[in-house]
């Protein structure tokens, strides 16, 4: 059975810090690794990783995937209340379709 | 060019009654996905449909739960017979095809009393 493992489960910053999110995974087959802003609505969509030591970046955010030790982390600088939410990271099965398999979430509250 | 669109966005009901939600994907998705997501948990598959057809159930409870995407009009998930812990948040997402890029609705709430 596929597994996403997320930690640490919460953390509160202030602005102007930087967090470092992870998430750890088993998955028979691996397609790609998904992270998703959720602000208690619709998971927004941040990253998708498929290739090994390569960052993804969009402004303040970054992601990068080690396939071979089987993680990921996200990375947010410079952080504003506006990151204030829970990040989900998922990953996704090539033997499963579009199925995603979701971790527990990291809850990030940014203080002013 | 209309997101997933679910609703009803909030829905209360009795223990014992019947709750039904309704996802009308994208346009041009004939993909449709059904997730839960319990207070405080992440989201957990339920089912995987695509036009007629149920691809992939399982992670749909075995009782009370049924989902359809018919050939015509949304996708909808029923749960019968709700109990406490049915309340949760309702995730419908679609794709153009099974390795498209997913896209989420913005769920269904719903509460039972």
């Known amino acids: 059975e596929d597994k996403v493992v997320q930690s640490p489960l919460s953390l509160v910053v202030h602005e102007g810090d930087t967090v470092t999110l992870n998430c750890s995974y088993e998955?028979?087959?691996?397609?790609?690794l998904l992270w998703y802003k959720q602000e208690k609505k619709a998971p927004t969509f941040l990253f998708m990783l498929?290739?090994?030591?390569i960052e993804k970046k969009s402004g303040r955010l970054s992601s990068i995937l080690d396939k071979k030790e089987l993680f990921s982390i996200l990375n947010i600088t410079a952080t504003q209340t506006g990151d204030s939410a829970v990040y989900l990271c998922?990953?996704?099965?090539?033997?499963?379709?579009?199925?995603?398999?979701f971790g527990g979430g990291t809850r990030v509250l940014v203080k002013p | 060019n209309a997101g997933v669109m679910q609703n009803p966005r909030h829905l209360v009901r009795r223990r014992g009654q019947e709750a039904r939600l309704r996802c009308s994907p994208m346009?041009?998705?004939?993909?449709v996905y059904w997730y839960r997501q319990l207070p405080e948990e992440g989201l957990k598959f339920m089912v995987y449909?695509?036009?007629?057809?149920?691809?992939?159930e399982s992670g749909m409870p075995k009782e009370r739960f049924s989902a359809e995407f018919p050939k015509e009009g949304p996708s909808i998930l029923r749960i019968q017979q709700v109990v406490r812990g049915d309340s949760a948040a309702y995730f419908c997402?679609?794709?153009?095809?099974?390795?498209?890029?997913?896209?989420f609705g913005e769920g269904s709430w719903l509460t039972v009393v």
């Open positions: 997402a679609s794709s153009p095809s099974w390795e498209g890029t997913i896209y």
């Open positions: 998955v028979t087959n691996f397609r790609s």
């Open positions: 498929t290739s090994s030591g």
């Open positions: 449909l695509q036009k007629e057809n149920i691809i992939d």
């Open positions: 346009k041009g998705h004939s993909h």
């Open positions: 998922a990953v996704e099965s090539k033997a499963a379709g579009n199925k995603l398999t």
